[in-house]
């Protein structure tokens, strides 16, 4: 099995910030990966697909890059609405697992 | 909007099967794929398995024994069995879409959730 890897665990940070979450996956999956937000008590929210495809309807201020094993998500502006778990989901091959989540917390 | 919507039971015997059905609104369940997905404190999120509108499925290799999923298209419906459960199956049960254009096994759209807990 293919297993994503999150960093950091928790991050705080201002609102205006730029914030990066790291997913580091143990074999080599092209660009198949997604990332979610998830808030307390909710499902996941879809942002983005292939590495780097926003989600419809995701703010731009939202976007993620890499390829391969190295993956980041970035947050350029963070909002306070911002706050909430995010997870990366590797679907390169069976069975699909996602990352342990990176808390973000609003300072 | 397409909608999703978990029911069945909460609480489940231990050794007891587990049910679940997602009924999707909005849309057609044809043309996508299904999954069910679970979150605990313990393990995070895990992909249990998904069904495809043709009935085809595939699952967990970490639970493939234990689960069954179908699918109704008569009723915009599908469904999760999971026997021989145990504490360790408490979870947070999703069911959750997949696009079907292409190597897109991400989850687009999800339930709300459905706790189900594992308990005598």
């Known amino acids: 099995d293919i297993q994503v890897t999150q960093s950091p665990a928790t991050l705080s940070a201002s609102v205006g910030d730029r914030v990066t979450v790291t997913c580091r996956a143990s074999q080599i999956i092209s660009d198949w990966l997604a990332w979610y937000q998830q808030k307390p008590g909710k499902a996941p929210k879809l942002l983005i697909y292939?590495?780097?495809t926003l989600q419809s309807g995701v703010p731009s201020r939202f976007s993620g890059s890499g390829s391969g094993t190295e993956f980041t998500l970035t947050i350029s502006g963070l909002q306070p609405e911002d706050f909430g778990t995010y997870y990366c989901q590797h679907y390169n091959s069976y069975p699909w697992n996602f990352g342990q989540g990176t808390k973000v917390e609003i300072k | 909007q397409v909608q999703l919507q978990e029911s069945g039971p909460g609480l489940v015997k231990p050794s007891g099967t587990l049910s679940l059905t997602c009924t999707v609104s909005?849309?057609?369940?044809?043309?996508?794929?299904w999954s069910w997905i679970r979150q605990s404190p313990g393990k995070g999120l895990e992909w249990i398995g998904y069904i495809y509108y043709i009935g085809s499925t595939n699952y967990n290799p970490s639970l493939k024994n234990r689960v069954t999923m179908s699918l109704d298209r008569s009723t915009n419906q599908f469904s999760l069995k999971l026997t021989s459960v145990s504490a360790a199956d408490t979870a947070v049960y999703y069911c959750a879409r997949s696009p079907d254009n292409g190597w897109t096994y991400f989850f687009d759209y999800w339930g709300q959730g459905k706790q189900v807990t594992v308990s005598s």
């Open positions: 292939k590495a780097s």
């Open positions: 909005g849309d057609s369940i044809g043309t996508y794929r």
